[in-house]
């Protein structure tokens, strides 16, 4: 039986579009091949870009991109 702690909604963080997704944890996360991961972390940075080598979890692999500057928009 679910206790309360359970039934209350997961908090999500999406602040940068082209960072990862933050969520309050303890997370399970349903991989796309199917199997389950299961985190117990008191926050959880999923990739969204899947640059990730750790993927589900973010490893920051979307900083080494290059992001457009002010030089660019000739």
């Avoid at 900083?63 to 928009?73: I, L, N, Q, Y």
Wanted: charged share 35%.
């Amino acid at each position: 039986m679910p206790n309360a702690r359970d039934r209350r909604p997961r908090r999500v963080s999406c602040d940068d579009p082209r960072g990862p997704m933050l969520v309050e944890g303890p997370v399970e996360v349903v991989l796309p091949d199917g199997t389950t991961a299961v985190y117990d972390r008191f926050m959880v940075a999923l990739c969204l870009c899947r640059r990730s080598r750790t993927y589900p979890l973010c490893d920051t692999s979307h900083r080494r991109t290059r992001r457009p500057g002010p030089s660019d928009e000739r």
